[in-house]
């Protein structure tokens, strides 16, 4: 089918580090019946037709309608059980979260990413007033949980910039996560990317703000990874480590949370710092920063170079904010809905 073959391309193209990292990012084609969308844990990079979810669009429309329970947790493990109920009989996989948010756009495409350069600006303190002034034609949107609750706010305010504008927005901007892009031909989200990438590209110059992070040279830290594993034990198998960079010290987006852990331990690197950072946390540090390098360990080789990854792109969305006022972290309640939400979890062990 040649809808399926455009997305399939079209994932491809905004499949790359510029756009997102590890199992980042999602996106969609649909006709009147049928929505395919990207399975959850899988990369855009390694999509095949064939591989996207079939959902029939009435099932999801459902979700609606359905009352839900006040409960976050309860209230997504229905949300689960209406997607899988959508999901034709001949596809397999898990349709990604954001699969009932790709349904309320009537754009036949919908691809969703997480650019630095665009983070940069939704994570910003001045975010919102600087979408207004370079993207006027956008839709902003503030920060609401991702999945059901972010599924709709975003068809209440689709709805309401249509009756506006008279056409539903091609362009979503959303507060500490990325955007979302819909368009009817290929040339349309790529027209529409274009757009926002040379726009913020210009501002950083302006503001003479580096659009590269800037990493230190890296010396020999065998040493410091050996007492890294011994001091962690299974959940640092693995170690990476580069060059000294100025690690983000609180949760920029999902992702970030999902693959570095929402904070990092800086400072000490000593087996006191690391029990009591995770006496504090909960949980061991996933990336540590220390004087002369920055460590990402995991259970695996691919978690431990995807906390690396996502912690040098947090790195360089604090760098780019600083165009736009500074930083602005994720509220606790947020991150806190990260950090328990089973998908989030589904979709990390699907990378690991
Ligand atoms: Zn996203």
Redesign the pocket.
Known sequence: MKTLETITELSHEFGTEDYVKGG???TSCKNADTLWVKPSGTTLGGLKPETFVALDREKIDLLYATETPTDKQAREALVKEVMTNAMRPESSGRASV?APLHNVFSATYVV?T?PALVNGMTCAQNGKATCARLFPEALWMDYVD?GYTLCMKAREEIKAFEDENGSEPSVIF?KN??VFVAGDCSEDIEEAYAVIMNRLREEYKLAGVSTELSVAEIGDTSASEAELSEWIGSDAAEVKSSGVFEAAAGPIT??HIVYSKSVPLIGGLSKDAVESFKANNGYFPRVIVASDAVFAVGTSEKVAELALLLAQDGALVQQLAKAFGGIEFMTDDAREFIENWEVEAYRAKQMS
């Open positions: 980042g990012g999602n954001e969703h997480h991702a959303l996560h990325g999902p992702d």
